[in-house]
């Protein structure tokens, strides 16, 4: 049999089959029928028909066995068994959950690591037709995800579904980093050649390369904000990456030009260095329609936001298992299996509390009768609830009991009282071990299994709940619970101050949905937070030369409150496409897991760079003296094609990763995609418009960028007439 090849010492600490359990309900002490026995045990052990079998194993200590070799000997017995073989057996349970999510998440790991590599390099080589300086960034991005890998290592943590996104992360952060910094040394090689080429660009660029990792690690530390560890841990070591690969990047990066610079990609350059390109001439004319229509965008993109935060309340999370894998997964359709053979999976697990009797009451006034009594009618009412399909609890392994009272006269009433509780208590030991019973010592001292039963009682009743139905999981935890506390409620006479603990897969996944709900706001809220402070510092910082050569202190408040003001505007291009992309999937209903939970703030913290880069070059632009709208013009150009690149080469970087067959780090990609690319739509579109708009006048540069007028190059349009003065 293959429950005697399942050696229960080596990871298990007991194993039944719904065969042992009929055979011990048909002998002394219960000596029930053997129709009793099957029909107690249908929808749990046994199939509806009473035919079929199953086999119930537990896990010895699920802190230290190892689950996957627990779930591999499982198969390997079935595959001992004359006839039988491990694709025939349909496993499922908390266990092979883990098991097949560490599975699923890492099976496909290394080839669409490989294909984000590929991708990555492909637009890369696209972009800047120059495999020299391909080669540097991604060395130095694929060096970044190698050191995460370390650091998780050094650090004594252990890879999970959620914290193998890091490393990924940091690869497509790493290369948007790079192709930033190599647009600031095309601009120094294309205006005074290759000879100290690196060095200047890495002073031009470094200042918003670093404000841009700084603020997706701003966005990547509000995730801390989540109470799901996995979710905290992916948020501590991206951001902790998130700095160091950026210091790799400004090292490495700039070293490899000096030590082989790119001769032919910059003789290239300088041959085309007086040439108007077909961007260039794009960038001109979208700025020109963005700067027309700028009042049309600014509302378009306010009642946009609205609507998306309107959206978002309507957003459903989902951690529920089938919601992770394919549906033709084995995962998927062995609990489809079980459920349609045996009985339903997903338990709430009810722990009944009923205080221990009075020290001074006599056995027949409280009797063990009455405790099963009550266990029952919450039983029948947990199983009149929609959704519950199966019940179980002592009083399917606990000898039959009258539905009422017993009767007859007072002397023979008590005597059968007494025989029935004596037949009850010798079925204790029973239903101690089968953990549908425990003890607690009078003083309240905890449930323990070899207490003396005169103390506090703890009764289980597990329900069970099918996890391919479909059913609304918040509503049958509240039908339960509520029909629990009424039938308590009744029987608050003979046990005064009894109650109800609720547990189990169905109140976890419950907590687990809202928690993430909840750490979706928070994180979000959180992030917008602290972006917006590292914006308003930003202008703040500066600011303080106009600050300190103001006239008056009244002068200065005012240049203080202009940068507050700036700061906070900035952020209504970067909140827009997330606050769009998430409030859309709250109308259509389609629902939020760990997978997704987590792009709001890391896509957030992405696309602010583009913001500061937009910004970073709208105010060197005035400080050459520049009109509001010339300055717009400028930075569409120097930064139009940058964003572009970043945008699209982070994007199908991570998109590589929707062909995973896991459904967390499939959804985690697409979303990432979608919002990366809104994103580069709304700095291409509001950003401008913001910025041409009198609103713009925020972010307007006084005598300190003037003296930065030798930084920019000297490419700038024609000077008109700012429609905005």
């Known amino acids: 049999m293959l429950l005697g090849r399942l050696a229960p010492e080596l990871f298990f600490d007991k194993v039944l089959t719904g065969r ?61 068994v004359a006839g039988l073989s491990a694709d025939a057996v349909h496993v499922a349970g908390t266990t092979l959950d883990g098991v097949a999510i560490d599975e699923a998440s890492q099976a496909s790991l290394l080839p669409l690591t490989l294909g984000s590599f590929a991708a990555c390099l492909a637009l890369m080589v696209l972009v800047f037709r120059c495999l ?19 650091a998780v290592y050094c650090t004594g943590w252990h890879m999970d579904s959620v914290l193998l996104l890091a490393p990924s992360l940091i690869f497509v952060v790493t290369v948007s980093g790079g192709v930033h910094l190599t647009n600031y040394y095309r601009d120094a090689v294309r205006e005074q050649g290759l000879e100290g080429a690196p060095l200047r660009g890495l002073r031009r660029g470094w200042v918003p390369c670093l404000l841009s990792a700084t603020t997706t690690l701003l966005g990547v530390v509000s995730l801390l904000a989540s109470h799901l560890v996995p979710i905290q841990k992916f948020g501590i070591y991206a951001a902790v990456m998130v700095l160091v690969g950026t210091g790799m990047l400004f090292l490495l990066v700039p070293g490899w030009w000096e030590q082989w610079p790119p001769r ?35 509302v378009a993109a306010v009642a946009w936001t609205i609507a998306g935060c309107w959206g978002v309340t309507k957003t459903r999370c989902s951690a529920r298992i089938h919601d992770m894998f394919d549906p033709q997964a084995r995962i998927v359709r062995d609990y489809n299996w079980l459920e349609q053979n045996i009985g339903p999976l997903v338990p709430i697990e009810i722990v009944v509390k009923l205080p221990p009797p009075p020290a001074e009451a006599k056995s027949y006034e409280t009797p063990m009768i009455d405790r099963l009594q009550l266990i029952r009618k919450i039983a029948r009412a947990v199983r009149g609830v929609d959704g519950v399909d199966t019940v179980t609890s002592a009083l399917t392994f606990a000898p039959n009991i009258p539905e009422g009272r017993i009767s007859g006269t007072r002397a023979i009433q008590r005597a059968r009282v007494l025989a029935t509780d004596r037949r009850i208590a010798e079925q204790l030991p029973d239903l101690v071990a089968l953990r549908y019973l425990s003890f607690a010592d009078r003083d309240g001292a905890g449930a323990r299994k ?12 597990s329900a069970r709940v099918t996890a391919s139905g479909g059913h609304d999981y918040q509503r049958v935890l509240r039908d339960v619970e509520r029909e629990t506390a009424a039938t308590l409620q009744a029987a608050s006479n003979p046990f005064p101050g009894s109650s109800a603990m ?35 510092l930003l202008m703040l910082g500066w600011s303080i030369p106009d600050m300190l050569a103001a006239p008056s202190p009244a ?34 209903g389609i629902t939020v897991e760990v997978g997704t939970v987590m792009t709001a703030t890391v896509a957030m913290g992405i696309a602010v760079d583009d913001t500061v880069h937009y910004i970073t070059w709208f105010r060197r632009s ?51 995609f979608t919002i990366l690319v809104f994103a580069l739509l709304t700095d291409l579109t509001v950003t401008p418009a913001l910025l041409s708009s009198r609103l713009g006048r925020l972010f307007q540069p006084d005598s300190f960028c003037r003296r930065q007028a030798g930084t920019l190059p000297a490419i700038a349009p024609a000077r008109e007439k700012d429609d905005s003065e």
């Open 20 to 80: 042992e359990v009929v055979a011990q309900l048909m002998a002394p002490p219960l000596e029930l029928s053997a129709a009793q026995a099957v029909q107690r045990l249908k929808g749990v052990l046994l199939s509806r028909d009473g035919l079929t079998s199953s086999v119930v194993v537990s896990v010895a200590d699920p802190d230290h066995v190892n689950r996957h070799q627990a779930v591999a000997f499982v198969y390997e017995c079935a595959d001992r």
């Open 132 to 150: 020299n300086t391909t080669a540097a960034i991604l060395l130095v991005a694929v060096f970044n995800q190698q050191l995460t890998f370390a």
């Open 264 to 298: 032919k990609w910059a003789a290239r350059l300088a041959a085309r260095q007086n040439e108007s390109s077909a961007a260039d001439r794009i960038w001109t004319l979208l700025s020109g329609g963005v700067m027309r229509a700028r009042v049309p965008i600014l």
């Open 450 to 461: 070899d207490a003396v039963p005169d103390g506090e009682h703890w009764w289980r009743v």
């Open 502 to 536: 609720f547990s189990g897969g169905i109140p976890l996944v419950e907590k687990a949905q809202e928690q993430m709900l909840q750490d979706l706001i928070n994180s979000f809220s959180s992030a917008f937070l602290v972006i917006a402070a590292a914006l308003v």
């Open 555 to 588: 002068a200065a408040l005012a240049v203080a409150g202009r940068s507050l003001a700036a700061g906070l505007t900035a952020m209504l291009p970067n909140v827009l496409p997330c606050v769009a992309v998430f409030g859309a999937m709250g109308l259509l």
């Open 622 to 672: 005035h400080a050459q003296g520049l009109s509001q709208r010339e300055a717009v013009q400028l930075a569409f150009r120097f930064c139009g094609t940058a964003m572009t690149q970043t945008s699209l080469i982070v994007g199908f970087g991570l998109l590589v990763y929707a062909l995973s067959e896991f459904g967390p780090i499939q959804r985690f990609a697409w979303m990432m």
